[in-house]
């Protein structure tokens, strides 16, 4: 892996999802109350957990490979760790070395389309992070572990590489978990640039109003280049202040609110990748302020953390971990506070592979199997009230509590349904709720609504269940893209429907 671097609705009678209140309890006289109970089990959900590391190079493509990514679900043990996990997250470095002043051509595009392909038939999704270099040079520099030239490319050969990449990206967002900024800099870490600023100490140790713009640019291309319901990583925290409110910006500008989550707006859609967690107070320059050209670099490592950690409510973490030394701090809980990070700032996945001395340390500090579970949304149900019979002309009134136990909320869109499953014919009637799953933070979530049962439904006697597929229509029917609520004996792992446990007889 990489040398440690310095960086880096409650609608009126039909409907409501009451993220805070327990909801009403009372029970009808057709009614009943289902209690459920919690399960220990780390098992693999969709988006969500430790993910693996590969990587390509444009003339040298080796292409993912499907018996690999098997195994990377049903558990394998990371390159020098200590410990085995399930992955549905597959980290995907396409490294671009020789093409900083050129198109890329039509076989990497082919390739990279064959990967998407690959990656669909396994049931995993990609973090795929474009770059053109993950090599540094040491020489007579101020930092000599890393000097110049950094061999990245001009912002006029990115936006053409962007554009080539556009619509691959396009056909194959339903296997993105999420994009990662990328093409600036070593690593694609937006620090260590030949053109967009170098404010390491080899450079003007500053970043200034055009390198703001010119990296604004680059996000900006990469949010157009995705569809809407589809979040970009950044490295710099930063960025997503001065790419909102202008280079002026401050780092005590506004974090996002919970109205302007999941809008599919620029602001909704951007995340962060944090590949130095816990790795010293700022984690390596992860949240420095990094001036203008009006104002010098300030100490604001305690503002950055607080818009991050306010921001991360509604978008994507992500990232790895990059140095043991910043210990115990990076230890398991009581000496250090490393599964306080992880909910502070709502971290839904880690790398599996990097840095096997800090993930180590949490297998034997006995913290890892609660990370495991707890990466991410962890969603499980408390009880469900759900009626005993109804007639074909009556209302079906569901309350249903859950929690989510996890670190974060999904952040990519899904539906949430009820199913009314015929136990004789097996025919099955969907009724969606009205819901926003990006906003089920760590906490109680209520689903309540009254439905209209589905016209032509027949009298007869059907399993209720809580179906949660994938947004994309290609994924919805493929049970490795539905959410498995943490539950024993809920699971149906052939439908990837969640099973209520509950028959209701229609008349």
Same mark, same amino acid.
């Given at each position: ?6 960086? #880096? ?16 309890? @009372? ?45 990377? %679900? ?21 490294? $671009? ?42 020489? !007579? ?23 080539? /990449? %556009? ?28 053109? #967009?600023?170098?404010?390491? !100490?080899?450079?003007?140790?500053? /970043? ?17 280049? /995705?569809?809407?319901?589809? $979040? ?17 910006? /401050? ?52 503002? $950055? ?7 991360? %409510? ?20 009581? !000496? ?5 990070? #992880?909910?502070? $700032? ?87 709720? @009205?819901?926003?799953?990006? %906003? ?53 792992? @052939? ?13």
């Amino acid at each position: 892996m990489r040398a440690i671097r310095l960086l #880096f609705p409650f609608i009126l009678l039909a409907v409501a999802c009451d993220k805070t209140s327990g909801g009403d309890n @009372t029970v009808g006289k057709d009614s009943t109350t289902i209690t459920y109970t919690a399960s220990t089990e780390d098992f693999p959900n969709p988006e969500r957990g430790f993910y693996r590391y590969s990587e390509t190079t444009v003339d040298n493509f080796t292409a993912l490979d499907a018996a690999t990514l098997a195994t990377y %679900k049903s558990g394998a043990t990371p390159s020098g760790g200590s410990f085995s996990v399930m992955s549905t997250l597959v980290f995907r470095y396409f490294i $671009m070395t020789g093409y900083t002043g050129k198109s890329l051509p039509a076989t990497f595009l082919t390739n990279l389309s064959k990967d998407f392909a690959t990656a669909r038939a396994a049931g995993v999704k990609l973090i795929p992070r474009f770059t053109y270099t993950i090599s540094v040079t040491a020489g !007579s520099c101020p930092e000599s572990w890393i000097c110049t030239p950094y061999g990245d490319a001009p912002k006029s050969v990115v936006l053409n590489h962007i554009s080539q /990449l %556009k619509p691959i990206l396009q056909a194959n967002a339903d296997v993105i978990a999420t994009v990662q900024l990328g093409f600036i800099g070593v690593w694609g870490e937006n620090f260590y640039t030949d053109y #967009f600023g170098d404010a390491s !100490s080899n450079g003007q140790k500053q /970043l200034l109003d055009n390198n703001w713009t010119d990296r604004s640019d680059v996000l900006k291309a990469m949010l157009d280049a /995705l569809p809407a319901d589809r $979040m970009v990583q950044i490295r710099l925290p930063q960025l997503k202040q001065k790419f909102v409110y202008g280079v002026s910006a /401050l780092p005590t500008s506004s974090a996002m609110t919970a109205d302007e989550a999941a809008t599919g707006t620029d602001k909704a859609r951007i995340g962060f990748h944090n590949d130095c967690f816990l790795s010293s107070a700022n984690d390596y320059g992860t949240f420095a302020d990094y001036g203008s050209s009006s104002s010098a670099p300030v100490e604001a490592t305690t503002a $950055m953390r607080n818009y991050t950690s306010m921001d991360s %409510k509604y978008v994507v973490v992500g990232g790895e971990t990059c140095s043991d030394a910043y210990s115990p701090q990076n230890d398991c809980e009581p !000496s250090g506070h490393a599964e306080q990070e #992880f909910s502070d $700032m709502h971290y839904s996945f880690l790398n599996a592979d990097y840095n096997a001395d800090v993930n180590n340390d949490w297998q034997t500090g006995g913290c890892l199997d609660n990370i495991k579970r707890k990466l991410g949304y962890r969603l499980l149900l408390k009880d469900a009230i759900l009626p005993t019979k109804l007639a074909t002309t009556d209302s079906l009134s569901v309350t249903i509590h859950l929690q989510n136990v996890g670190y974060a909320a999904p952040y990519n869109p899904r539906p949430v349904q009820l199913l009314l499953r015929n136990t004789e014919s097996k025919k099955t009637d969907t009724l969606t709720f @009205t819901t926003e799953v990006r %906003k089920w933070l760590t906490g109680d979530v209520t689903l309540r609504q009254s439905f209209k049962l589905p016209a032509g439904i027949t009298a007869g006697t059907y399993e209720v269940l809580l179906n949660l597929p994938d947004g994309y229509n290609s994924l919805r029917n493929m049970p490795a893209y539905s959410i498995r609520l943490a539950n024993e004996n809920v699971w149906e792992s @052939t439908t990837g429907y969640n099973n209520l446990n509950h028959k209701i007889t229609i008349q």
